[in-house]
């Protein structure tokens, strides 16, 4: 399995990105995938997921100005990002838990990172 990321970059603050992330390979099912992030000096944490069950969360700090969608015939999950501060500048990981079989527990999976710099 392959979490393929794209889409960071430098941005001015007010502006815009669009995360996306694939998952490749051959597995059963997804039960969630979503999107980490980690600043300097920080813990990485959780900025959305989307669940098999069709739910979507967003991190208190982003909602409002993130967008969270999933294309599931595609098994690609996108973030809009919109009024970007310095503080969402981070390396952004794609997450995903997958399962191998129907009666296999779920395995998590990392995407490469991608760099998110807000800045003038």
């Known amino acids: 399995v392959q979490l393929q990321a794209s889409g960071g970059g430098l941005v001015q603050p007010g502006g815009s990105l669009r995360l996306s992330c694939a998952a490749s390979?051959?597995?059963?099912?997804?039960?969630?995938m979503g999107w980490y992030r980690q600043a300097p000096g920080k813990q990485r944490e959780l900025v959305a997921v989307?669940?098999?069950?069709?739910?979507?969360n967003l991190a208190d700090s982003v909602k409002g100005r993130f967008t969270f969608s999933a294309d599931t015939a595609k098994n690609t999950v996108y973030l809009q990002m919109s009024s970007l501060t310095p503080d969402d500048t981070a390396v952004y990981y794609c997450?995903?838990?997958?399962?191998?079989?129907?009666?296999?527990?779920?395995?998590?999976?990392w995407g490469q990172g991608t760099q998110v710099t807000v800045s003038s």
């Open positions: 997450n995903a838990n997958i399962r191998h079989g129907r009666n296999f527990p779920a395995v998590g999976y």
């Open positions: 390979g051959s597995f059963f099912s997804i039960n969630t």
């Open positions: 989307f669940t098999s069950g069709g739910s979507t």
